[in-house]
């Protein structure tokens, strides 16, 4: 199964029973990401996209899964070089931090080791 805005909907319906979501920020996944739960899972979205990833509540060490396809989510350690601009001359460079990456194999493209993070 691909992923779809139909899967967005289909939570919605499924897991929601029809009420809207209700999606707050997930600092502990970045700022690229936002949350929904229920008493049973926290349901975590890429914003701008339709790819959900399932983590349940328990067991505590319970594997997250992809809700368009099933399959379960991998994650990688990447690499990020911060660059600060904040006017006239050079960037500077703010050093190397790393966070660890969600994806689902089947539905998504697999992360680079490395990204860039510009701020003013």
């Known amino acids: 199964m691909t992923i779809t ?30 949350f929904a739960e229920t008493s049973q899972a926290w349901y975590s979205n890429r914003k701008g996209t339709d790819i959900i990833y399932v983590q349940p509540k328990s067991p505590e060490n319970a594997i997250a899964t992809c809700y368009g396809c099933g399959s379960n989510v ?5 690499a990020v070089t911060g660059w600060s601009y904040s006017g006239p001359g050079p960037c500077a460079g703010t050093g190397v931090r790393t966070r660890f990456v969600r ?14 993070e510009f701020t003013p």
Do not use: T
């Not at 991998?74 to 990447?78: A, D, K, S, T, V």
């Not at 994806?103 to 860039?116: A, F, G, T």
């Open 74 to 78: 991998l994650g990688m350690e990447q």
């Open 5 to 34: 805005k139909n899967n967005l909907e289909r939570l919605k319906n499924e897991i929601f029973k029809g009420k809207d979501l209700e999606w707050k920020a997930a600092q502990n996944l970045g700022p690229v990401f936002q």
């Open 103 to 116: 994806y689902c194999p089947k539905c998504e493209v697999e992360p680079r080791s490395y990204d860039i």
